[in-house]
């Protein structure tokens, strides 16, 4: 039997980046996964591709309406056992180029999307039994960032929440872990011509001189998803190559 064999997982921003590598992983673990996400062709040609274990939901993090439709449309193929809040974004600008509609933005989607994410799915997981999930924040939420003031902001939110929610949480069987990538060989930073000097600044900035690998984020999550990290919650796990150190 496969790791997660007859379990739903629901993705937010699953069509790409983080998100898609831990939608394949999952289902080739068995599992069966909703993808959410704004990428609505590319979000549906990934679960046509991944198979009938694998369904795509438009999800805009910010909606509450939309959430329930996405935690419905998983309760419907099965008990929801995990979320993972993906969905983020970083748009990176000097302070005095930050502004409120900027940072409201960033806010919505990385911090407002986080909370209405996990608020959506308690009562699924009490149905179920129980459930994980798992915030992807950044080293941004260990750290400060220069010239990233809004994304830092968020990401010490997730990290945060992420803690009061295990608090919580706990007595109801959900647990609740945040992860913290470093920079990660993904479109949200590599995926610019423009910015190739300074992700070259960036690479040599990290001890082990390279990129981290979505794939290697995805193993992380699904050990957090599973039942061999039931006895870990309000845990926030750095994988960086050393640069938070």
Known sequence: MARFDHKVFLLSGGAR???EAQARQLVAEGARVVIGD???DRGRKLAAELGPHCVFQPL???SESQWSAAVATAEGIGALSGLVNNAGIFEPRPIEESDVAHFERTCRVNQLGTFLGMRAVVGAFERSGG???VNISSTAGLRGVPNAIAYTATKWAVR???KAAALELAARNIRVNSVHPGPINTDMLVGRPEDAAENERRRLRVPMKRFGEK???ARLVLFLLSDDSRYM???EIAMDGGISL
């Open 17 to 19: 980046g983080l998100g």
């Open 38 to 40: 704004l990428l609505e």
């Open 60 to 62: 805009d993090v910010g």
């Open 131 to 133: 459930g994980a999930i």
């Open 160 to 162: 945060g929440m992420t």
């Open 215 to 217: 794939e290697e984020i």
């Open 233 to 235: 919650t309000g845990s």
